[in-house]
C-alpha cells in the first residue's frame, strides 16, 4: 500500500472519530440538503482534508469544490396537467370494477393499473391486457402512449378509481372542451403569424401599433379616419402605408 494511503490511514485512528463523523454531517445538513434560508453552515474546515492531500496520477494536487447549496436536495418532477388521454385511460380503469357496466368484474388493484399505463402502446402491454382493457386501448403501438412525464402513479390512478363514472366522464369530457379550445387559439395564432410573415408591412403596423392609443394618435397625424372597430383602424393605417411606402 502507499505511503499516502498508510499516512491517511494513521492519521484517522489518531483522530477523534466521533467529532470528524459530527462535523461532517453537520456540514452535509446545513449545506446540502437543507432548505431552511436561517440554516448558517459551519465552520468545519479545519475537519475537512485540503485538496493538497489528493494527488492525481501526474502528481499534481486535486482541485476540490464546494458543492452549492442545496445540492442534496430531492427535485421535483415537472408538473403535468391532466390530458384527456390520461383521463380516458383513468376511467377505463374506474369501468373494470365498476358493477353497473361490469357487475361481474372486480375493482382493479392500482398497482396493477400503473402498469398498464406504463405498458400502454407496446407489445407487452396489448398481450398483458388486452382482454382487461379491449384492443382499442392497448393498441399495439410500437412505442409507449404514455411519456414518463404523463404516467399517473398507483396514488393518483386510486384517486381517480374512487370517483364515480358519471363524475369522470364529466371531468373527461371538460378535459376534451378545454383541449379543444386551445387547439383553437393556437392555430388561430399559427394562422396570424403566417399572415404577417407574408406581408411585412401589416406585420410592421400591427406590431408598432397594438394600443389603441398609438394607433388614434397615428390616424390622426395622418388626418384619417379614426372611427370603426380597431381592426378597421388598423386596416386603414395599412393601407396609408402601402399606398405612401412611408414606414
Not at 391486457?129 to 403501438?141: I, P, Q, V
Request: proline share 3%.
Amino acid at each position: 500500500m502507499s505511503t499516502f494511503y498508510n499516512e491517511l490511514i494513521q492519521s484517522y485512528a489518531e483522530s477523534d472519530h466521533d467529532t470528524i463523523l459530527k462535523a461532517a454531517l453537520d456540514a452535509l445538513l446545513s449545506a446540502g440538503v437543507t432548505d431552511r434560508k436561517d440554516a448558517s453552515p459551519l465552520d468545519t474546515s479545519q475537519y475537512l482534508i485540503s485538496s493538497s492531500a489528493f494527488k492525481l496520477y501526474d502528481g499534481s494536487d486535486a482541485q476540490l469544490e464546494k458543492p452549492p447549496r442545496g445540492f442534496a436536495l430531492k427535485r421535483e418532477s415537472p408538473k403535468v396537467r391532466a390530458s384527456s388521454s390520461m383521463i380516458e385511460f383513468a376511467y377505463a380503469c374506474q369501468r373494470v370494477g365498476d358493477k353497473a357496466v361490469n357487475p361481474n368484474g372486480s375493482k382493479l388493484f392500482p398497482t396493477t393499473a400503473e402498469e398498464a399505463m406504463r405498458l400502454c402502446g407496446t407489445q407487452e402491454g396489448h398481450a398483458k391486457y388486452h382482454m382487461l382493457f379491449g384492443d382499442e386501448l392497448m393498441k399495439e403501438l410500437g412505442y409507449c402512449k404514455f411519456k414518463f412525464t404523463e404516467r399517473l402513479s398507483a396514488l393518483q390512478l386510486k384517486a381517480y378509481m374512487s370517483k364515480t363514472g358519471a363524475d369522470l366522464r364529466k371531468q373527461l369530457e371538460a378535459c376534451k372542451e378545454r383541449e379543444e379550445r386551445n387547439a383553437g387559439k393556437k392555430k388561430v395564432e399559427e394562422e396570424a403569424q403566417i399572415a404577417l410573415l407574408e406581408d411585412p408591412i401589416k406585420a410592421w403596423v400591427t406590431q408598432s401599433y397594438k394600443t389603441g392609443k398609438a394607433l388614434g394618435d397615428k390616424l390622426k397625424e395622418f388626418k384619417l379616419d379614426k372611427g370603426g372597430k380597431k381592426s378597421e383602424k388598423m386596416d386603414r393605417l395599412i393601407q396609408y402605408f402601402r399606398d405612401h411606402g412611408d414606414m
